[in-house]
Protein backbone atom coordinates (compact mmCIF):
# COMPACT_ATOMS: atom_id res chain seq x y z
CA UNK A 1 0.00 0.00 0.00
CA UNK A 2 2.91 2.35 -0.57
CA UNK A 3 2.24 5.37 -3.23
CA UNK A 4 4.97 6.24 -5.50
CA UNK A 5 5.17 8.41 -8.17
CA UNK A 6 7.90 8.71 -10.44
CA UNK A 7 9.75 11.77 -12.58
CA UNK A 8 12.54 12.87 -14.52
CA UNK A 9 11.53 10.90 -17.67
CA UNK A 10 12.00 13.05 -21.29
CA UNK A 11 12.77 13.06 -24.50
CA UNK A 12 16.70 12.66 -24.82
CA UNK A 13 19.50 11.97 -28.09
CA UNK A 14 21.68 8.64 -27.73
CA UNK A 15 24.68 8.58 -25.83
CA UNK A 16 23.21 11.19 -23.04
CA UNK A 17 22.40 10.46 -19.59
CA UNK A 18 19.26 11.16 -17.64
CA UNK A 19 18.35 10.46 -13.50
CA UNK A 20 14.84 9.01 -12.66
CA UNK A 21 13.30 9.65 -9.21
CA UNK A 22 11.00 7.62 -7.38
CA UNK A 23 8.84 9.16 -4.57
CA UNK A 24 6.64 9.03 -1.37
CA UNK A 25 4.58 11.18 0.58
CA UNK A 26 2.99 10.70 3.71
CA UNK A 27 4.51 7.07 4.33
CA UNK A 28 8.11 6.38 4.94
CA UNK A 29 10.06 4.65 1.91
CA UNK A 30 13.10 3.41 4.42
CA UNK A 31 11.39 -0.26 4.94
CA UNK A 32 11.34 -1.26 1.72
CA UNK A 33 13.24 -2.90 -0.78
CA UNK A 34 12.71 -1.17 -3.96
CA UNK A 35 13.42 -1.50 -7.79
CA UNK A 36 13.18 -0.16 -11.22
CA UNK A 37 11.20 -2.23 -14.51
CA UNK A 38 10.59 -1.00 -17.58
CA UNK A 39 7.65 -1.68 -20.25
CA UNK A 40 8.33 -1.09 -23.71
CA UNK A 41 4.84 -0.76 -26.19
CA UNK A 42 3.59 -4.73 -27.18
CA UNK A 43 6.28 -5.82 -24.98
CA UNK A 44 6.38 -7.51 -21.61
CA UNK A 45 7.56 -5.29 -18.06
CA UNK A 46 11.02 -6.33 -17.36
CA UNK A 47 13.27 -5.84 -14.64
CA UNK A 48 15.57 -2.93 -14.30
CA UNK A 49 17.28 -2.95 -11.58
CA UNK A 50 16.55 -3.57 -7.30
CA UNK A 51 18.21 -2.10 -3.56
CA UNK A 52 17.76 -3.29 -1.03
CA UNK A 53 15.69 -1.01 1.94
CA UNK A 54 19.12 -0.27 3.49
CA UNK A 55 20.75 0.66 0.23
CA UNK A 56 22.82 -3.24 0.18
CA UNK A 57 22.71 -5.69 -2.91
CA UNK A 58 21.88 -3.22 -6.15
CA UNK A 59 21.14 -6.02 -8.57
CA UNK A 60 21.17 -4.94 -12.20
CA UNK A 61 19.66 -6.75 -15.90
CA UNK A 62 22.56 -7.76 -17.93
CA UNK A 63 21.47 -5.27 -20.64
CA UNK A 64 22.12 -2.28 -18.27
CA UNK A 65 24.62 -3.38 -16.14
CA UNK A 66 27.70 -0.92 -16.23
CA UNK A 67 25.63 2.01 -17.47
CA UNK A 68 22.48 2.45 -14.98
CA UNK A 69 23.07 3.21 -11.40
CA UNK A 70 20.03 2.14 -8.81
CA UNK A 71 20.49 4.53 -5.69
CA UNK A 72 18.23 5.87 -2.57
CA UNK A 73 18.33 8.76 -0.16
CA UNK A 74 15.56 7.45 2.38
CA UNK A 75 15.91 10.48 4.29
CA UNK A 76 14.00 11.74 1.10
CA UNK A 77 11.79 9.06 0.54
CA UNK A 78 13.75 8.70 -2.80
CA UNK A 79 15.00 6.38 -4.81
CA UNK A 80 17.34 7.27 -7.81
CA UNK A 81 17.80 5.49 -11.50
CA UNK A 82 21.03 6.96 -12.92
CA UNK A 83 21.29 6.11 -16.62
CA UNK A 84 23.95 6.66 -18.68
CA UNK A 85 25.14 6.40 -21.90
CA UNK A 86 21.59 5.87 -23.38
CA UNK A 87 20.38 3.92 -26.45
CA UNK A 88 17.08 4.24 -28.32
CA UNK A 89 16.80 0.14 -26.85
CA UNK A 90 16.27 1.64 -23.40
CA UNK A 91 12.64 3.92 -24.53
CA UNK A 92 10.25 2.59 -22.38
CA UNK A 93 7.89 3.62 -19.91
CA UNK A 94 9.70 3.15 -16.06
CA UNK A 95 8.42 2.28 -13.51
CA UNK A 96 9.45 1.86 -9.81
CA UNK A 97 8.09 -0.78 -7.43
CA UNK A 98 8.23 -1.63 -3.62
CA UNK A 99 8.55 -4.87 -2.24
CA UNK A 100 6.34 -5.72 0.98
CA UNK A 101 6.33 -6.48 3.98
CA UNK A 102 8.75 -4.90 5.29
CA UNK A 103 12.29 -5.43 4.71
CA UNK A 104 12.05 -7.95 2.33
CA UNK A 105 15.13 -8.63 0.61
CA UNK A 106 14.98 -8.45 -2.77
CA UNK A 107 17.72 -10.89 -3.87
CA UNK A 108 16.18 -12.83 -6.51
CA UNK A 109 13.22 -10.41 -6.72
CA UNK A 110 13.07 -9.73 -10.65
CA UNK A 111 10.01 -10.44 -11.61
CA UNK A 112 6.59 -7.91 -11.46
CA UNK A 113 4.55 -9.96 -9.13
CA UNK A 114 7.47 -10.16 -6.43
CA UNK A 115 6.97 -6.56 -6.32
CA UNK A 116 3.03 -5.13 -4.75
CA UNK A 117 3.32 -1.02 -4.88
CA UNK A 118 4.01 0.75 -8.22
CA UNK A 119 3.79 3.70 -9.51
CA UNK A 120 1.85 4.90 -13.05
CA UNK A 121 5.72 5.34 -14.87
CA UNK A 122 7.71 7.97 -16.15
CA UNK A 123 8.95 7.72 -19.95
CA UNK A 124 11.82 7.86 -21.27
CA UNK A 125 12.28 8.59 -25.07
CA UNK A 126 15.83 7.89 -26.63
CA UNK A 127 16.15 9.16 -30.28
CA UNK A 128 19.04 8.19 -32.70
Known amino acids: QVQLVESGGGLVQAGSSLRLSCTTS????????MAWFRQAPGKKREFVAAVEWNGANPAYADVVKGRFIISRDNDKNTVYLQMNNLTPEDTALYHCAARTPRWRSVVGAIQPDDYSSWGQGTQLTVSS
Open 26 to 33: GRTLRDFG
